[in-house]
Structures are given as structure tokens and as C-alpha cells.
């Protein structure tokens, strides 16, 4: 039910623009958020979005990223500027989603999508 897009390889000092839908019987969409998993290290919280819009940031990423959403796409945006070669790794999106026939939300998770950043 969520699919990203927009990953690659891009120099270091280079901009990606990760984005992610979310599709099927969708009655809301909660808080969303993007997490990445370097090679042999664990997935971390990259940034999150509430519904009404309040982010937050890993502090590795405060001042070069940027996470927003449109609810009425029911997708959500992460704007890489500024990347590094530490940023490397596969993102993944994040939400939870009530659907319809069912009474409370559940966590999904997307397939990722790799970022490489060359130094």
C-alpha cells in the first residue's frame, strides 16, 4: 500500500527528492515518516510528519532535509539537500493507516528505495 520513488546515486553535495504514495481502501492516514538502513547497520528514523503537518528531524539530517505531505495525494515528500556519503542506504516509508473495514490503523512499510551518494 506504499510505494516510493525518486531514489539513485548522485554526487556528494547533490539533491534527491524521495516521494511515496500510499493506495487502497484508505479511510485516514496518520503520522508518516521516512527511515533509512546503511549496510550492516540498523534502520533509523530519518524524519517524521504529523498529520497536521508537525515534523521533526534525526539530528544527522537537521538543515539539508525536508519532509512534507499532501493528504489529499495521501502521499509523502523527502527533500535530500546537501547529501553526503553517510546518507547512503535504502529509505523507507512509514505510516499508519486505518482502511476501511477495519477499527484501528496499522503500521505499513514500503519496498525502499536505494540512495547512494558518491564522494
Known amino acids: 500500500q506504499l510505494v516510493e520513488s525518486g531514489g539513485g546515486l548522485v554526487q556528494a553535495g547533490g539533491s534527491l527528492r524521495l516521494s511515496c504514495a500510499a493506495s487502497?481502501?484508505?479511510?485516514?492516514?496518520?503520522?508518516m515518516a521516512w527511515y533509512r538502513q546503511a549496510p550492516g547497520k540498523e534502520r533509523e528514523l530519518v524524519a517524521g510528519?504529523?498529520?497536521?503537518?508537525?515534523?521533526n528531524y534525526a539530528d544527522s539530517v537537521k538543515g539539508r532535509f525536508t519532509i512534507s505531505r499532501d493528504n489529499a495525494k495521501k502521499s509523502v515528500y523527502l527533500q535530500m539537500n546537501g547529501l553526503k556519503p553517510e546518507d547512503t542506504g535504502v529509505y523507507y516509508c512509514?505510516?499508519?493507516?486505518?482502511?476501511?473495514?477495519?477499527?484501528?490503523?496499522?503500521?505499513?512499510w514500503g519496498q525502499g528505495t536505494q540512495v547512494t551518494v558518491s564522494s
Open positions: 487502497g481502501s484508505i479511510v485516514s492516514i496518520g503520522a
Open positions: 512509514n505510516a499508519g493507516i486505518l482502511s476501511s473495514g477495519t477499527y484501528s490503523p496499522r503500521n505499513y
Open positions: 510528519i504529523s498529520r497536521g503537518g508537525t515534523s
